[in-house]
């Protein structure tokens, strides 16, 4: 369905018992983000905070759960979307035998062309009111974490531009705010607008750049999604809602932008100007991205509706409101892949994690040996995808959105040192592991039941008999106990069947993980351990879900893995992963390593006094209180003389 604007997506979700709205007094400085990140944790409510101190109301957390995600987009549930998608392909490029089928498909052009955006005359909406001076620090533009350079606007809607085809690029790019007229424009060297900007640079021209903020959700969603080059956001848009774009002109630049739109930023960006420090930023890693210089943003017009709402959301340690919308990239682009790259596969799953880039989960139909790797190999290659860390590729009969079911399957059909590729190539400019930026490595993992021909005589087995793993529990603590170093173990895997054990280090040496799980592994107690994770010690391992984010986030595949082969017959071949904090003295690593993300002290001591009034429940404790004992200290970066928290001991 086509939501008029975002007012009218907040009454629907007002109606559906979706929203609350917060009349005490909140600061967009911390406050909010510090509300939102404990609504989000427990997948609760939309947020609209109506006295901010600004003329402007604030709507966060709006697709914070997937059913918000599904109303955002006008459907029941994601994969209504994906099916559509798929059945419109099945039409679109089936064989044509006569003239009647040819006929038979006129409809479904017709559906296709009333998707597409169209340029109107006049004014819009979000043309009602424009600010004589442009101003964007008169918008409640959130100041998310503690340790952020300023004040950033996190769901604009950018629109650029190619200067010699004219194709319209959407993408969704943090902007920190720097004065009443100019923001940075923070778009990685992989995005498309970054291309576009490159070629505005060889011409020696002013880059016009359009954003907006709020309108029909479907918008901002659109914005996100991993589009071929080329492909118009604005006609996914239109796909979703079933009503075309309606775009007006700009009143200072030669752009067009949605005429319902809550706010239009026009401005330029001028490619022969220096670029400006940007950032530190609170990411959706659940660390800090650290300052770098981007472009500087020049903004000539802000126009607002009479009524706006300004939309945000925040990001940091998983889940928050972005995980949803990756869900719905995740369930939307599952059927293109299938249709066009790589047919065998029957389901993929993004676990929240791994955010994003870190961690996916394939499930294929098999049919023949090396088929695992051949899928890797293509999903590499395709787009976004190939910023993927770690791939897992499953068949049979799993269920991969069960993460025990995908743990169990993994253990019975992995053989560490058979079934485990490594290689290298693009990461995501975010990933703060990789010895080079943007550049590191990849794991992948065949777990699919093995043909004969992907064995080898005399092979040690698969599989995990439970039994004897509760049977070693008690030795492995008992043994873990002979080195100092080890703060914890986490052995509570063993009790589901799956041979993985997290061990906590203080690492004070070069080649500590290797030399540590060497010994382990040694011993007649992890004799049937696959695999081995060291984790740094600042950190509570008996969360299995933080162990795996602060893994994924920490480990360059490639560079971090060591193999030890079974010693003798009835054990198994193991490999340990080092997920510490990597350090110049210990691990040869030259680039500056972040903090993960808190609110401070005083903060969640505000929101603790004020919670009672704010409508949202019994108090919902602050995350932050657990992730403040596990900082470094140093701020956005951690200071790499500091080894330990001060806070935590």
Sequence with gaps: ????????????????????????????????????????????????????????????????????????????????????????????????????????????????????????????????????????????????????????????VIQTRDPHTGIRNVGLYRMQVFEPTMTGMHWHRHKVSARHFNEYKKLGQRMPVAVTIGGDPAYTYS???????????????????????????????????????????????????????????????????????????????ITYRKDPVYLCTI?????????????????IFLAPIKMTMVPEIVDMVLPVEGVFHNLVIVKIRKDYPGQALKVMNSLWGAGQMMFTKMMVIVDGDVNIHNQVEVAQYIANHVDPLRDITFSQGPTDVLDHSCSRMAFGGKMGVDATAKLEEETLPGALSDKVIIGELNKSVPAILEASKMYSEIREVNSSLLDIGVPLVFVSIE??????????????????????????????????????ADAVWRFSNNFDPKRDHFNFPAGKQGEVNHIAFDGTRKLKEFDGFDRDWPNILASDETTMNRIDAIWSKLGLGPMIPSPSRKYSRQLYAGGAVADPEALSNPVAE
């Design 507 to 544: 690492k004070n040496r070069k080649g500590h993980v290797k030399e540590l799980a060497g010994k382990l592994l040694e011993m007649d107690a992890f004799r049937l351990v696959k695999v081995l994770i060291f984790l740094e010690h600042t950190m509570d391992i008996a969360d299995v």
């Design 315 to 331: 990001v940091g340690i998983p889940p928050q409101e972005d995980a949803w919308i990756g869900k719905a990239t995740e369930r």
């Design 1 to 156: 369905m086509a939501y008029k604007n975002l007012q009218h997506f907040i009454k629907v979700l007002e109606a559906a018992g979706e929203l609350v709205r917060i009349r005490e007094y909140v600061s967009p400085k911390l406050e909010i983000t510090e509300i939102a990140d404990r609504i989000s944790k427990q997948y609760g409510p939309a947020l609209l905070f109506e006295n901010t101190g600004y003329d402007f109301p604030v709507l966060i957390n709006s697709m914070g759960t997937e059913k918000r995600m599904a109303m955002a987009l006008g459907v029941e549930k994601l994969d209504d979307v994906a099916a559509e998608i798929e059945q419109l392909f099945k039409t679109m490029t089936g064989p044509k035998h006569s003239f009647l089928d040819k006929l038979k498909m006129l409809p479904q052009l017709g559906e296709i062309a009333s998707w597409m955006p169209k340029e109107v005359s006049g004014r819009g909406a979000c043309q009602e009111v424009a600010m004589k001076d442009p101003d964007i620090t008169k918008l409640p533009v959130l100041t998310c974490w503690p340790e952020d350079g300023g004040p950033f606007v996190t769901l604009p």
């Design 223 to 301: 914005a996100t999604a991993p589009l071929p080059d080329g492909v118009d956001e604005f006609m996914l848009a239109g796909f979703l809602r079933k009503k075309r774009v309606e775009l007006v002109k700009c009143l200072t630049i030669d752009m067009h932008v949605p005429a319902d739109a809550d706010f239009v930023i026009e401005g330029y960006v001028d490619p022969n100007e220096e670029f400006i420090l940007e950032g530190p930023f609170g990411d959706h890693t659940g660390y800090y991205s650290l300052a770098d210089y981007y472009p500087r943003f020049h903004i000539t017009a």
